[in-house]
């Protein structure tokens, strides 16, 4: 059963937490890429986007996210991705070559 996407984030003190629930795919990708460019900005400092309740990953997710952290970098906001409980996203994390390919932050460092 196909699962959409929900976005919400949290501000507070220049960081901003962008949670992301359901499945996060080729057709849903490109929500999650505008909605965390919006948050690179002036005045945010940090962005930790919480992909612990996604349920499915495709790999559009996976650069979806490589994008936005080469985004942040380039504008000066440290973007981090706090995997969770989220198996579906480990599963592409580690089938990619894991940790390597985007800032970790909480347990998905340790997993």
């Known amino acids: 059963m196909l699962q959409e996407l929900a976005l919400s984030r949290r501000t507070a003190d220049g960081e901003t937490i962008v949670y992301v629930t359901g499945e996060l795919d080729a057709h849903t990708a490109l929500d999650l890429a505008e909605a965390l460019g ?20 495709s790999a559009a997710g996976l650069q979806a996210l490589q994008e936005a952290a080469e985004a942040a970098h380039a504008t000066g ?35």
């Open 38 to 57: 919006k948050q690179l900005r002036p005045g945010v400092h940090d962005v930790i986007v919480d992909v612990g309740d996604v349920t499915f990953m």
């Open 77 to 111: 906001v440290r973007l981090r991705v706090d995997v969770g409980k989220s198996q579906a996203v480990r599963r592409v994390l580690l089938a990619a070559g894991g940790e390597h390919l985007l800032p970790l932050t909480g347990a998905a460092r340790a997993a």
